[in-house]
């Protein structure tokens, strides 16, 4: 297998699910009628709906949607069961799932109003679904903070030629800010000084590396004397060299506590300060970092075989077993694989955003299914090369992602160490610019769910503080591909209750239901058992191997936590599978309202 | 492309100011009386168009995360 194949599988995939089923299910089932007003039309008020191109809207769509979760799942999911059941599950995936969960999410959202999910629901399902819904989310995010939040320092920390690009990214976005919307500059000319100086930092970055590592980072850990401040197995560490997960005794230095604390720090300014001021122009300049690099990887990756035919052959192994737990830990392929790849072939995200974002932006109904199918098929190819970059990287983790990306810009001839170097920039700012601003609707969903009984709640500060606390927590478990699990669980948890809100509306529409009911099934009892078999693995492998145990109160803390979230998600899942269950038996007896004809 | 969201971001910045001097002047639409009417009859000309779509930006439902940046948040 080469990466040239796995492209054209790609693209003739996406190709196929589009035009032969997508396309179909448009016009037979949702009937999208262009003559029928959608709220952007209807409720035009220049702010939230305001009729837009497609062609902008799906940039802007596939820009909100694809970022970590496609890439950091791939490579994932490829160190643990190789890279054959990755490719199929993100092929299958997409196709027959992943593109329904976006374009139904928008077309449920134009068809009431412009309403989000949860209001759908609300008057669909039941009223307690909404303020579970609420209640979800700030776990969902919680488990997004702790899983993005880990990673990023777990790279800071061991990758000494990354800090340099992001604390430059840091101050160019502060800087990008002021220009924009204070001194009026020009967007190109800002755009040209922040975009070209943050590029020039992450390619110096290499030469920077010895700073961090021997005098910043030797400085911290000199505290301790160079011992850990925790220490403890962890079960799901994967061999460097091979990628395969063995587990080992994973050592927390004080430098990765400090990585951590400036990751968390970087958060806290993206939840309290102005958007304008801080999150927006990160997220700007990351976006030109990280679409360099996705390209120019992905030209390399369809083109190395006629360039550089040695760099397009997969190294990682093709099958590396039905179940790779190890030390007491179950990952059997089924549930555990369609959590760890959540969003490159289904992501409840998407419809989420989908609802409030895109949704009330569409011009013509028919835009759809280009803008919301058509940008998860990309999305999809975004989670192919992630994968094909960590099949030809060798190794495991962050580290053989990167070394792919850089082996596909080398076949245009980018020195390795450059490409390394842009990768790695690539992959922490495509996680950092998510992970600060999942705090700030985390700071939001806790004023609202707990303002009331606590007030403190309602100081913006006070509850960003209480997010970054719980999230800090969960990054010093180090059990990070539990973490990483329970997110993904709860990602396609999520999707697949977008999903039956979905096929509850078309139920009382007196629409066909079964192309959404059955991925909605699948999907739910599959997060459902996936979420159940982490808090398992938590429990044997990190919680009781570590309780009682003298300088390991960190890890049973986080663990606990984490346990106690994964069946609370669960828990909510069944309260609301109950309640979809019988709406769904109310509405199939007596629709509401008959499937309207299309209009002529 | 590249830009879309600082033009949205503008838009919801020059929003914000627009509700509260709407609110000040008409208020009273929405049932919040702030203003004597007297005055904000005059300045009912230039505004009259938009009127209805303001009422009924401001009285719409929302979700308390309608606000938030979700289009931000790249997943």
Redesign the interface.
């Known amino acids: 297998m080469n990466t040239f194949f796995a492209v054209v599988i790609g693209l003739v995939a996406s190709y196929l699910g589009y035009n032969q089923y997508a396309r179909r299910i448009d016009r037979e089932v949702i009937q999208s009628d262009p003559k029928r007003m959608t709220p952007a039309r209807l409720?035009?008020?220049?702010?939230?709906?305001?009729p837009t191109s497609r062609?902008?809207l799906f940039?802007?769509h596939f820009?909100?949607?694809?970022?970590?979760?496609p890439i950091v799942g791939a490579i994932t999911a490829a160190n643990l069961w190789g890279w054959l059941p990755a490719i199929i599950w993100l092929v299958l995936g997409v196709v027959f799932i992943g593109w329904v969960s976006d374009y139904t999410a928008i077309v449920v959202s134009i068809r009431n109003e412009g309403?989000?999910l949860?209001?759908i629901a609300h008057r669909l399902i039941a009223p307690r679904t909404r303020i579970i819904l609420?209640i979800f989310?700030f776990f969902y995010l919680l488990l997004?903070g702790g899983a993005f939040g880990g990673i990023l320092a777990d790279v800071m920390n061991s990758q000494s030629q990354a800090p340099l690009g992001i604390i430059v990214l840091m101050l160019m976005g502060l800087l990008l800010g002021q220009m924009?919307?204070r001194w009026r500059v020009p967007?190109i000319a800002a755009?040209l000084i922040t975009v070209g100086v943050t590029f020039a930092a992450i390619l110096l970055g290499p030469a920077s590396a010895g700073f961090f590592k021997d005098g910043l980072d030797g400085a911290i850990n000199a505290i301790t004397g160079g011992q850990p401040v925790v220490q403890y197995f962890d079960p799901t560490v994967a061999d460097p060299k091979t990628g395969l997960i063995v587990g080992a005794d994973r050592q927390i230095l004080p430098s990765f506590i400090f990585w951590a604390l400036f990751i968390l720090a970087f958060c806290y300014f993206g939840s309290v300060l102005p958007?304008?001021r801080w999150?927006?122009p990160v997220?700007?300049i990351g976006?030109?970092i990280t679409a360099t690099a996705m390209l120019l990887g992905l030209a390399g990756a369809a083109l190395a075989l006629f360039l550089k035919p040695d760099v397009a052959m997969l190294k990682l192994a093709a099958f590396k077993g039905w179940d790779t737990g190890v030390g007491g830990a179950l990952q059997p392929i089924w549930p555990m694989l369609f959590v760890t790849i959540a969003?490159g072939a289904i992501?409840g995200?998407?419809a989420?955003?989908g609802s409030?974002?895109t949704a009330r932006q569409l011009e013509y109904e028919t835009d759809a299914l280009p803008v919301g199918g058509g940008s998860m098929f990309m999305e999809f190819l975004l989670g192919l090369l992630a994968l094909l970059a960590v099949s030809v990287g060798g190794g495991g983790g962050a580290g053989a992602f990167a070394n792919g990306l850089a082996s596909f810009m080398n076949v245009f001839g980018i020195p390795l160490e450059y490409g390394r170097a842009l990768a790695f920039a690539a992959f922490v700012v495509?996680v950092l610019?998510?992970t600060q601003?999942?705090f700030?609707?985390m700071r939001?969903?806790l004023a609202?769910w707990l303002g009331d009984a606590w007030p403190a709640l309602r100081n913006i500060h006070v509850s960003t503080i209480v997010s970054l606390a719980l999230a800090f927590f969960l990054v010093m478990t180090g059990t990070w591909i539990y973490l990483w699990q329970l997110f993904g669980g709860a990602?396609q948890l999520m999707a697949s209750l977008s999903l039956l809100v979905v096929t509850v509306w078309l139920v009382s529409i007196g629409r066909k239901a079964a192309w959404v009911g059955i991925p909605m099934l699948f999907m739910y009892v599959t997060t459902v058992a996936a979420n159940l078999v982490t808090a398992y693995n938590l429990y044997v492998t990190v919680f009781v191997a570590n309780v009682g145990q003298p300088g390991r109160i960190i890890p049973v803390i986080g663990s606990g936590l984490m346990i106690v979230v994964a069946l609370l998600l669960v828990g909510a899942a069944l309260v609301i599978g109950y309640d979809g269950w019988q709406a769904f038996r109310r509405y199939r007896a007596q629709p509401v309202v008959r499937a309207a004809a299309p209009a002529s | 492309?590249?830009?879309?969201?600082?033009a949205?971001?503008?838009?919801?910045?020059r929003?914000e100011l627009n509700v509260l001097l709407m609110l000040m002047c008409f208020g009273d639409v929405i049932g919040v009386p702030v203003m004597p009417p007297t005055y904000a009859l005059r300045l009912l000309p230039y505004i009259a168009r938009d009127l209805d779509?303001?009422k009924?930006?401001v009285l719409?439902?929302r979700?308390?995360?309608?606000k938030?940046?979700?289009?931000?948040?790249?997943?």
């Open positions: 409720y035009t008020d220049g702010v939230d709906f305001v062609n902008v940039g802007y820009k909100s949607i694809a970022a970590a979760g309403n989000s949860s209001a609420f989310i997004i924009l919307y967007l755009s958007i304008w999150a927006q997220v700007y976006f030109w969003c992501s995200w998407h989420l955003f409030v974002g495509i610019v998510v601003l999942v700030r609707i939001v969903t609202e990602n | 492309m590249a830009g879309y969201e600082f949205r971001e503008a838009a919801h910045m929003s779509a303001w009924r930006s719409r439902e979700h308390p995360l309608d938030e940046e979700f289009d931000l948040i790249e997943m």
